[in-house]
């Protein structure tokens, strides 16, 4: 990197602060920039040497933790996950996450998905609860019913669906995309039970039904998601549990734990020469 | 379970359609092609064709129900349209209501003739 050229790269960025502007306005900064370097790297060098009070989340730098979602050259994008680079471009504007309030110049408040997210009951429902209360063995699953729904599970919560999608956008209301996928994810489970409690969440005229199917979600999902397809997947489930087309399927079977333990596998010993 | 049922049937009044509005582009408007097929449907467009259609029980069913899934269809689609810029249940409540006056209306007007003139 040190051998790369530095460019010189504008960055206009959005910046509000309820407690002092009216209104959002965008400010300019300068960034030399290098190969590899990516929008949070650049974000990073504002906040450390032009303007400390610059706000933005981030964690991981890795894409994992999703924290750093923002609005970059008007799609949403993980700015630890977008190189300067790849977008072609001597100006960059950044702007918070459509969709969604503002709390502070990059960050938006997530609570409204949070709040959808929850409200799904995103996690295992069972009947038999005094097994849910004391675990004492584990639920069986065949690796082809844990791959009607894996993909969904690696969600992040970053929101970037949520800010690309059309419905979200005109209907406040709109249960949004990651609330929905995550629907379907628990009721595609085979160790869930729920989906008496679930779909009555979705089934409104603000849930499930309010998808057009842009594919916006599954198109912006840094991930690799497909939430619309999980929105149709929910979709299906609902009508042939309407029109009782489906048959009642039981979940999982509770299976002991192994009664052997696995033997210990010994911890390689390390010499400080070897390897040299 | 409502909401599921109002969108099942926005998939079958869509699919009706397919099939009914075939019908009638094919026989109204593609005559040409029918002919080529075999069919003397010549003339379909006229007075005397249209009138002598619509005093046969077939196609008055066709056309009532080409207007019924079509209005459902329509009407339903604008109605969720509607609904996402709504903010309260009061305001759906007033739209859908609203929307099953004009579907009304207009499927009453619609029957209207076809029917006068089948029952002569």
């Known amino acids: 990197m040190s051998g790369d050229s530095a460019k010189q790269v504008t960055f206009k960025v959005q910046r509000y602060d309820p407690e002092k502007d009216s209104a959002p306005h965008f400010q300019e900064f300068t960034v030399p920039t290098s190969r590899g370097m990516t929008v949070l790297d650049g974000l990073l060098y504002i906040k450390e040497n032009l303007e400390s009070s610059l706000t933005f989340r981030s964690s991981c730098r890795m894409s994992i933790c999703g924290s750093c979602a923002m609005f970059i050259n008007n799609y949403p994008r993980l700015a630890c996950h977008t190189q300067i680079e790849e977008l072609q471009a001597d100006r960059l504007t950044i702007q918070p996450l459509p969709n969604l309030p503002i709390i502070k110049d990059l960050v938006p408040d997530l609570n409204p998905m949070f709040s959808n997210h929850k409200a799904i009951k995103p996690y295992l429902i069972r009947h038999d609860t005094a097994e849910m209360e004391s675990p004492g063995a584990e639920y069986a699953q065949l690796p082809e019913e844990l791959n009607d729904y894996l993909q969904f599970s690696y969600c992040v919560k970053c929101g970037i669906c949520v800010a690309a999608c059309p419905t979200s956008a005109s209907d406040t209301l709109f249960l949004g995309p990651q609330a929905l996928a995550q629907c379907y994810h628990y009721c595609a489970d085979s160790r869930d039970e729920g989906e008496a409690e679930r779909f009555p969440l979705v089934d409104t005229d603000h849930g499930v039904w309010h998808c057009h199917f842009a594919g916006a979600c599954s198109e912006a999902c840094p991930k690799g998601l497909d939430p619309a397809l999980a929105i149709q997947l929910l979709k299906r489930r609902l009508t042939s549990q309407a029109l009782r087309l489906r048959k009642k399927q039981q979940p999982s079977p509770l299976v002991l734990p192994p009664t052997e333990s696995k033997p210990e596998i010994a911890y390689p010993e390390f010499s400080a020469g070897e390897g040299t | ?120």
């Open chain 2, 1 to 120: 379970m409502r909401r599921t049922y109002l969108w099942f049937f926005q998939l079958v009044t869509g699919a009706l359609i397919a099939v009914l509005l075939g019908i009638h582009i094919v026989v109204q408007h593609f005559d040409a092609i029918l002919v080529f097929f075999g069919v003397d449907a010549a003339q379909s467009t006229s007075w005397a064709a249209m009138t002598a259609r619509a005093s046969q029980g077939i196609w008055v069913f066709i056309y009532i129900a080409l207007l019924a899934v079509g209005l459902y269809h329509g009407i339903n689609g604008l109605r969720n349209i509607i609904l996402e810029v709504t903010r309260s249940t009061r305001a759906e409540r007033a739209v859908t209501w609203a929307m099953i006056v004009i579907g009304i209306i207009f499927f009453a007007g619609g029957t209207y003739v076809p029917v006068a003139l089948l029952t002569g």
